[in-house]
């Protein structure tokens, strides 16, 4: 790849990690205003509304999905072969291989069955299934929610390519400034 081309992943990995920022913040702050408005619904007038628990769990799917592309971008993750941080060069690419093909093998599949069910079955697939489905307090579809299994993995492979350009290892060193 060329320098430019590495510079254009890179600032697209670090916007589309700002926007993982925001939306998981946001998600965050409904979640402990929804358990908020519960406790003082439920122990105050003892009559909590029938939407919060459901609007908390949506919340906390969201910020923890979204969060886990910010943790993989930070390297928050839980990570193979910590120990050749300080070896030889040869070896830190091969760990960064062997992670790399890790994220791949692991999320690869979670994704076309996003898409696809069963026997590449579009019908089938998750998302189309939770198309159908409304949630049970809020007037939506649950596909609202599901959608963030797809977008975290995709935020995730962004930030792999952006790895591969050079993002937190070693080819950092050969980045231009």
């Given at each position: 790849?060329?320098g430019?081309?590495?510079s254009?992943?890179l600032?697209?990995?670090g916007g589309?990690?700002?926007v993982?920022?925001?939306?998981?913040?946001?998600?965050?702050i409904?979640?402990v205003?929804?358990?908020?408005?519960?406790?003082v619904a439920?122990?105050?007038?003892?009559?909590?509304?029938?939407?919060t628990e459901?609007?908390?769990?949506?919340?906390?799917?969201w910020?923890g999905?979204?969060?886990?592309?910010m943790a993989?971008k930070?390297r928050?993750?839980?990570?193979?072969m910590?120990?050749?941080?300080n070896?030889?060069e040869w070896?830190q690419v091969l760990?960064?291989i062997v992670?790399?093909a890790?994220?791949?093998i692991y999320?690869?599949?979670i994704?076309?069955y996003?898409f696809?069910?069963?026997?590449?079955?579009p019908?089938r697939?998750?998302?189309?299934?939770?198309?159908k489905?409304?949630?049970e307090?809020l007037?939506?579809?649950?596909?609202?929610v599901?959608v963030?299994?797809p977008?975290?993995i995709?935020?995730i492979?962004?930030h792999?390519?952006?790895?591969?350009c050079?993002?937190?290892?070693v080819?950092?060193?050969?980045?231009?400034?």
């Open positions: 790849m060329t430019k081309l590495k254009v992943v600032r697209i990995s589309v990690d700002l993982a920022s925001v939306v998981t913040s946001i998600a965050i409904v979640l205003a929804t358990v908020l408005l519960q406790v439920r122990y105050v007038f003892q009559q909590p509304p029938p939407f459901e609007l908390a769990r949506y919340s906390m799917i910020a999905l979204i969060g886990a592309s993989f930070r928050f993750d839980p990570a193979l910590n120990g050749v941080k070896g030889p070896l760990a960064e992670r790399s890790v994220v791949l999320l690869v599949p994704f076309v996003c696809f069910g069963p026997g590449l079955n019908a697939g998750f998302l189309l299934r939770h198309s489905t409304m949630a307090a007037p939506f579809s649950t596909v609202w599901a963030a299994v977008l975290m995709a935020v492979f962004v792999l390519l952006a790895r591969w050079g993002d937190g290892w080819n950092r060193r050969a980045m231009p400034d």
